[in-house]
Structures are given as structure tokens and as C-alpha cells.
């Protein structure tokens, strides 16, 4: 399963590069993150519950940053397993400045084994770009707070967690 | 012999308690005490066991043993192979992974529970620890140099080679006027049975008794290989089949399940029963076809053939089941089809992957050859601008052919396969559809006719040919009541035996079908049998119970004529009665005739009492039935569909026992064969995960998706046996998916499409349609 | 296959089952025909603590009049809309929507409720309940809400309904004379679900020869179905002609991110969105010029 993609975070690079690298902000992005801890450096330890409508699961695995060239671009690797199966998958963010937002381009690509790979297959690129996008619209909140500016309100995500 | 019932469409005998539900599948049983095992399955496709960690598993409510490979070491034997092919390298399955997984589905730990719920939550609790490796998934980049071998000891994944060749095949290839190259892909099928696998293992210590009920196709090979995997002493072991929903050649297999529940049972000495969910169906029982074949043959212009080379690769899964290396090597045997091909050369690969084992899978090899000869007798035709009724007629072998060898070695017993091919052309009205065909051309629809002339190995039989064992057994033993069993090694499971032989009976012995009772599937009633397969249970089953018939027939004419003072050799059988040809009066009641060889005061000096007898039956040959079919599809120019138009077929399997069964099994063959064609393909992604893992992804062929199928048949009887039968339970399967395929192409050909490979999905077609539709002529 | 250990329930009355559903909330599953609930509890891709069976609340199976509107209680099944006479004569789309869903079987269980509220991508009413400008009625313990049927799909698999919430009815209104509607489907050959499927509802003017106003509805393309505004603006006040459909079906899969499986790209999808919106709403202005009221 391959993923692609760019959006546009409302911040200098800079701020967006110690975002996605600083843990305890980061695990606020990952949807459904329940723990993320060091595990060595650039490496975390995470459990995540993830879920659509009635379909959920929890994972434990781990996170881990490579290749970091600040605030240019980086490496995340992910490698988690839970009851439904195992997914394992790799991604290189790149960070452009775009005036005071920053653009990111990311290209990425995960194996999915076990029983969501078995029977979840026709929905699983749509739940794959379903995190992506909830992490990004949770990454534009969290810029647009700590700037305090006024955010826009209608990101898809909060009428996500409205419903069941 | 008046044939009053035999060749009658009598309904199944097997029907009404089925149809009911009042009968018994393994999962209906229920046995006192009765405990559940479920298994856990490896996600991976390729990995190192690093450790199983069983222990909060084991400390669950209600779970009463847990056991991983590492603990049943050397207790029980990997799962059997019986096909052995020159030099080929090992590759048992073990009934636990043991060190390494080599499929997603591989058994890795094992839970008995006191319920199914306990036993299955109990998985959940298992830990193991895997060290994923790559994946071997795509069987060409398996064999490529540089890939690391599945099996510890072996240098590459080359399982074996196997080759065959006959007549003179340089000659045919510098003779040529053209030479057609082809690949063609038979994929990965899924058989789906209804029911799917289960097992239920007694022990009794006291006896020392270990009773096995499973649903299989082959009990007796079952109890065989059970007693030498759990070394039990075989006297000890009784399997039962009870009602077998389907088969399709997976339940002709001896799986780890079979043995380890065996085992459970003996250490717990409690009954335990395991029941298959449709996704370890899916996962772990066999799969079929899964070829590639390159083939070249060398042609004259005016259309004959003068050779034929193929090599096929043949993507075997992971390990070796029961039959897994020989069922490719069927397709060598019949490569050349129902046509006189004076040169073949035939080179297997057999290629370990990380996927699930192939194995029989109705048609078993066979459907592969017939797909094989039948496209490319298309290519040629369309090479040759000739229509392709006439390149095959061109090149069938005489009626006085036969017996007809074949350059791979083998003796088609006998065909009149123009005849055939004639009847298909007239109920179908051939002429007539090409006609339409051009009509709707000029209207922007693209309708397709497909021929398939077929001829198949079955009946199988001779046991120099086969792995264990070519016979059948029987026993018929008229009770004294003067009702008869009919004790089968034959294990059918849906081709209905228990009403052909019930009407072979009657008109043996002159006695009404009701009056038998065909027992089959209990290795502790029936004697040693060899199972149902190969499309052998009529013809070789069937010849076995035809042997017993007689044998106490001529028992009980002597014993009628000793009543009646006659002569045995003219007592006449018939509406219940035993009478003498001479005169009617000198006649006894088929009931006093079997009386008296029970109380067995007024027989013949020197015989014994008792009614019985028992043959084992082995064929001289195989049989080749064969046969005409014709299909035609239109495609949707808009979405890619292909939609069946028409489907005629005429089958010609010998004599015909009970022509609604002969129906039957054609009609189900060939919508296998559609299911082959339009829908089925097993998927695996290049992870080795297998993501048609459940019926919402894996496409069976719906009523609604196919047309009323026309049937027809020409009948020329078998010298192999007695019955003069052929076999009919795979032709349908075997001689379809040409038809179809042929049809696709033939609707195509406007488009400059001569081959499609299966299965021609509608995205497929509609791409192929798409990329060409600058070309349309 | 075997769930994990629940807790089921089964309420007598609507208020009862309220009750249940606000209690446990997200922990909670409604256990309607069950026909998309308990394959995902099988395989235990879903494991909630509380199934709550509503299947057998008496009076929430229905197809009525009331007040000029036709109401569908909840757990009617497909096959009772597949056969109503009343939605032949006045809403022909969801019996003909409903006669593509699955088999018999499946037919015969699901509920429309369920249907709507699982809101599978690939499900069938979706599309109709969208042209057909619905309106959905939920209910918690404090009382009812009307969702119109345009906001109801929010995602995959997610709607507009709260954790506590039930949907009780569906209402539509009587489709006027000069309308039209059809349900033209490629379905998936192995579930049966739609890969896409396209309702249209047309309303004829000018003599039966322009188009007043249309609605598309358009399910299986994306994650959730939707409304087609690109193909209905294409439509609107034009007079009928092969090309003004041709041209407005082009629009089908505008602004959408197709899915994409084993069954079919993303690519395919879309062009299939194209056919398919061509061949309903063609079929939707024939049944609109055949009969002006009633039958399809
Ligand atoms: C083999 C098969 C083929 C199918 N093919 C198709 C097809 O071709 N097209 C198609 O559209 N569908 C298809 N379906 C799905 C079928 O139509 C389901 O019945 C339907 O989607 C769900 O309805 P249900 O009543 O069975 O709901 P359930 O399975 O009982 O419930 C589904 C979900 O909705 C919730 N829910 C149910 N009722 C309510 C309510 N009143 N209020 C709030 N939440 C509720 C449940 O909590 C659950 O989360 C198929 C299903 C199967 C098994």
C-alpha cells in the first residue's frame, strides 16, 4: 500500500520540524496514539488504538525517526502489531518553506499482514489516507493554537470524532 | 441382463435427508465430554519462530492443554506425500511450524478448551515472537538466481524437474511452416466446499480404540496415514466420513489437523473436536492450479499440428501435500489433447513459494492440459485465418485409431470425437451464430464463440500409475431379510453412489433399487477401500460392486436352481424372482432363494452358507472420456463484462448409469469452470498475505451470472471395464474453461486480441479494450 | 468463527433500548438485521462490550403514509421495501434500489436502518436515500432529531448519528408527476455491494422534454456517497438530448477521491461512475416519460 501526498502546514518549517520531532506534541498528532516513550534515541515505544466506526484495534510497536536533516526532511518508520494484524511501514516527510506556511511533501509505503490484510482489503487505502489526514489536520490545529491565531474551525476530523 | 433401472433417471436416494438437514456432518456430532481445539495461525508469510510464549494461554478458563511445535517434537510424523517424482527435494509440512512459518495460515501453537469460545479466546492470548523474513511470493523470482531457498538444505526453490517427451520433435519443428509461441496462466483457485474441514477424535484407553471422524474424501488412506504419523497400530483405527459437503479434490488430502486432534484426543482421553472457519479454509487447505505455461508448437499451413513443447512452471506453495508434485505431471501426460500431435516435449518446474500448498483440485492437471491445447489450437486457427472447428477436426485421431497412444506414453481407450464435435456444431447451430456474430460486429457488440474439444484422463486407476493404490474394493452382502448391502471403498461425497449402485443392483439381482443400502465412508464396515477422486468412484468403484453383484448372483442362481431342479446357468433374474429359463413354474421368491443360503439346510453339497462377497477391482487402463463444448459470451463495450450467452455441451462419459446424475456433474463442473474463468482468483499481494481472504473477495459464480446450459451426449463405451463407464465427475471442469476462454478471445479479436488470461475480470477487459480501441477493424 | 464474550440485550420498547444505548455508549453496538454487524463481530474486527438487539422492537417495521410523507420505520428489511405496493406505486427508486442488494438472504435480514447507519461504502441506499433528498429521523433519550439525508454520511462507515443515538424512520416525499427514477448498479461479483451505483431522480418540464431539476446520488465511488452536484448542475433546465447526458455524467466523479481494491481501480471506478450516471439518469427520463405516476 503506497501513500502520497502534500499539505500545507500553517507554520515556519522550523516550528513544524520541532512539532513532528518532539514526542509528547507528536503523540497529540498520531490518531488514537495512547502512549508513545523513548525508546532510545530517535526511537519511541507507542500504543496506538485505531478504528473506524465499530472496526478498532489496538497496536504496540514502535516509532522511529532516521535520516533527520533539520527542518528539511526525515525518515519515519513504523512497526506496530495488535490482534487484527501487523503493519509496518516507512515514510520520508520533506519540508519546504512556503512563505510563513510550510509546504510537506510525503511519499510512503506499509505492509499490512494478518487478518485486516485477509478480509480489510477494500477499505484499507481509505483508512490509510484517513490517518494521514487526521494527523495533518490535528498538526494544523496544533500549529494554529500555538500561534493563537484563530484556527479554522470546520476540519473534516472534528466532524469525524462526532460521529460513532 | 435387462437393464430396467440402470440408465433411468432415478432421483437421488441421498436427497431427501439432505435436503431436510436430518443427516449428519462432522461439525453436527457431538460426542459426551466433548472438548475444542483451535489453532493459531501465522500472520506472516515467511518468518523465524523466535519463541512461542503459551503460558497465559494455558492458564485461561476453560483451556485444558496448549501446545506449540516445540512440544509435540517427534511425536507426530509431517504431513504424508504419496507423489514421488525422481530427485524431487523434501518439503514436508510439519503439523506445527517449528522453527519457521512458510504461509500466512501456517499452524504455529495448538488450545484444547471445554468450549469452542474458550478455545478461540485463548489465541488471543498466545505470544509469539517472529522474525519476519522476505517473502517468496512470485514463482519466476523464486527459481531466479539469488533467491534464497524456503527450505534449510536445499541450494535453490526448485522442488524437481520432471520431463517427458515422444516421437521426433526436432523433425516437427524444421518441417514447420509456422511456429506460435504462447504463455498461459492458469491462477491460483480456491476450492471452497460448503462444508468446510472438521475432525473429531475419540480414544478410548480401556480399548485402546482411536476412532477419527473427518470430512474427507478418502477414509481409508486417511486411517492408513493417521496410524503411521502418530505410529498407532493401524487395527486400532477407525475413520468415518460421515456426510462430506463437496469435496473438489481438497478434502483428497491428509492434513496436520486430522493427526494432531488424533493426538489430543490420546493425551487427553477426552474427545475433541475441531471445526475449520472459511478462513483457514481459505488459508490452509489445499489450493489448485497455479501454473504458468510457455508453450511453442510447430504448424503446417494447412493446419496440422506436428508439435507441441511446453515448459510449465508449476508454484507449488510452501510444502508438499499428499498428491502436490504430481498433480502438474497430469498435465504433461495430456498435453496433446483429443488430437494426433506426432511430437511433444514436456518440462516441469516445480517451485516452492511462500503460499499455501497446491493440490487436486477438480480436473487435477487435466484442465490445465485442455486449457493448454485448446488455446492454442485457437492461436493456430487465428494464425491461419481458418476457423477453429476445422484446425481441430483436421487433427482428431480416427474411430479406428483406437486404441490410440500418445506420444507422452499414454493409450486413449476409445473416442469418436468428430461425432461429438459434430453433435455440439448442430444443437448449437454453429453456422448460424457466426452469422450473428458478423451481423452484431457491424453494430459496435462484440460477441464471442468458443470451442473446446476435450478428451480427459480418468477413472483412475491402474496401480502401477498411481501413488497408493489403483483399485477399489467392494463387498455385497444380501442379508438374510433379502435386502442387500453394498459396502464401497468409494467415499462419495455429492456424486450420489448410493443411488447408482442401488440401481446397478436391481438390475442385477432383478430386485427393486429401495431393497439396497450402499454403506461407504466407515473403515470399520467397509473393507480397505481407496477413495473417491479422479473421477474413479463409477468406473472403478462401480466395477468393484458389479464384480460383488455377480459373484452372489451366481451364488444364488445355483442355490434357486438346486430348489427348483434346474440348471444355474439358465436361471433368470427378474421382478423379485429367481425362475428357470425353461419354464416359468420352476421359479422361487429372490427372498427364499437368500433364505436358504442363511438357514442353510437345503443347499448344494459343498457350498458354504452365507450371501457375500467381496472384489477388489483393477482397471487395465484409465479411461478418456471426452466431448464438444461451445460457448458464447458478449461483452459490454462500456464496463469490460462478459456476459454468457449461450453454453452447449455435449459429454460423452461411456455408458451412462443415471443420466440425471451425468447432468448433474456437467452442470456443476462446468460452472466451476465458469467460477475458473470469470471470477476466482486467489489472491496473495507481494507480502504473501492472502487478501481474498474471506467469500466478500474471492467471487463464486452466481445462478445469475450464468445462461441455461444445453446438454448433449454421444455414447461410446470403455473396454477398460465391464460397465463399459467412463467417468463424468471432472469433464465438465475440464472441458470449460477453453470454451470460455476461446469465447472471450473470439469477441476480442476485433480489438487484436487473441489471448486473455483467466480470470477475464471486467476491469481487465475493459483496459484491453480500451488500449486498443484506436485498432477496433 | 467465534466473537468475543458480549453482553447482550434485548429491549421491549425503543425507550428501553435508549436507555441502553446512552449507558454504554461508545461501548455499545445496535444489533439490527446484523447483516454488516455480525460478520465484522466474527472475525473480530469488531468487539463491542454490549450488543443491544433491537430486532425485535415491535413498530419499527413499517411503510406508511403520514401527513403527505412516506415513513419507513428503521428495522424494515429490504425485501418488505424490495415488495411494497405503496413504494412501487409512489417511490419506485427504493424498491428497485433494494432488489439489487445482496442475495435473498441477506434481503431478508438487513434493515434500512442498519443499512444507513453502518454506511458502507459500497452500500446501495445510500444512493437512493441522496436523490431522493430524505430525511433521516433519530432519536436519543431527550428526544428527536431530522437529519436531511445530504448531511447524513460524514466518512467511511460514519454518519452523522451520535453514540446514544437510534435511528427510528426514514421519510420522503411522494416523487411528483412528470418524475423519474432509476438505480443502475455494477456490483462486486463476490459481496454483491455496489462497486458504484447510481440513483438519479429526475423531474421532466416543458412538456416532458427538458429537465427541471435532477438528483444524483452516487454510492461505492468514494468513501462515503454523495451527492453528484456537478452532473445535476449540468442538467438542470436543459433540454433532454443524448449529449446533454453524455456530457453531465462526465461530471460524475468530480472532486472525489475514488477508492480503490482488489475489485477495481480508482481509475475504473470513475469511469464507471461515468456510464453508470449516464445509463441511470437515461433510464430515470424514460421512466419519467413512460408513466407520470406509478410503475417504474
Ligand atoms: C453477503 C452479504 C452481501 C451484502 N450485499 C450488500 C449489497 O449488495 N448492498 C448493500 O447495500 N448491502 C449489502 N449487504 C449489507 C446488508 O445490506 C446489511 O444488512 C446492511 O448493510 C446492514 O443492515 P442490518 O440491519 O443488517 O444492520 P446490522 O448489521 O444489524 O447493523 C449495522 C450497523 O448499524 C448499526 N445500526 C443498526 N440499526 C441501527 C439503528 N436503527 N440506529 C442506529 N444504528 C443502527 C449497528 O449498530 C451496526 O453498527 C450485504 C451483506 C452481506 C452479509
Redo the contacts with the bound molecule.
Sequence with gaps: MKLAGTVTLPAPPSEVWSLLTDAPRLSRLLPGCEQLEPDGPDRYKAAVKFGI??ISGKYAGTLEFAEKKPPHSLILKLDGKGLPGFVKGEGRIELTPKGDTTEIAYTGEAHVGGLIASVGQRMLDAAARKIVQQFFDSAKAELESTKGAAAEPNSPVKAHRKG? | MTTRYIGKPLKRKEDPRLIQGISHYVDDLNLAGMHYAAFLRSPHAHANIRSVDLSKARHASGVVLALSGADIDGAIQPVPCAAQIPDMKSAARPVLARDRVRFVGEAVAVVVASDRYAARDALDLIEVDYEPLTPIVNPEKAIAKGATPLHAGHKDNVAFKWELEGGDLKAAFKSADKVIRQRLVNQRLIPVPIETRGVIADYQPGEGQLTVWSATQIPHLLRTQIASMLNFPETLVRVVAPEVGGGFGSKLNVYPEEALVAYLAIQLGKPVKWSESRRENFQATIHGRDQIDDVEVAVKRDGSILGLRCHVIADLGAYYQLLTPLIPTLTGLMMTGCYKIPAARMEITGVFTNKMATDAYRGAGRPEATYLIERVMDLVAAELKKDPVEVRRKNFPQPNDFPYATPTGLIYDSGDYEKALDMALKVADYKKLRQEQAKLRKEGRYMGIGVSTYVEICGMGPSSAMPAGGWESATVRVEPTGRVSVMTGSSPHGQGQETTFAQMGADVLGIDPSQFQVVHGDTSIVPYGIGTFGSRATAVGGTAVYKSLLKVKEKLAHIAAHLVGSDPERMVFADGKISAKESPKKSVAFGQAVSAAYVAKTLPADMEPGLEATTFFEPSNFTYPFGTHICVVEIDREIGDVKLVRYVAVDDCGNVLNPLLVEGQVQGGIVQSVGQALFEEAVYDEQGQLITGEL?DYALPHASDLCWIETARTVTPTPVNPLGVKGVGEAGTIGATPALAGAVADALAPFGVHHVDMPFKREKIWQLMRKSSGRVQ | MIPASFEYHAPKTLDEALRLVERHGDEA???????????LMKLRLAAPRYVID??HLRGMSYIREENGQIAIG??TT?SEIEHSELLAAKCPLLPQTAA????VQ?RN???I???L??A?P????PAAILALDAEII?ANTSGTRTIPARDFFVDMLTTQ?HPG????QIRIAPRPPQSGTAYEKL?QPA????IVGVAANVLLGNGRKAIERAAIGITGLAAKAFRAEAVERALNGKTISDKVIEDASRNAAQGVEPLSDLHASGEYRREMARVFTRRAIARAIEAARGVSRGGV
Design positions: 466506526a465499530a460513532n | 466478500m | 453496538k445496535l444489533l439490527a438485521g446484523g447483516h454488516s454487524l455480525l460478520p433491537i430486532g428503521a428495522l429490504h439489487q442488494i445482496g442475495d441477506v435480514r438487513g434493515t436502518g442498519g443499512s447507519a453502518h458502507d459500497g452500500g446501495d441506499y433519530a448519528l443515538e437510534i435511528l427510528t456490483h459481496s454483491g455491494f455496489a
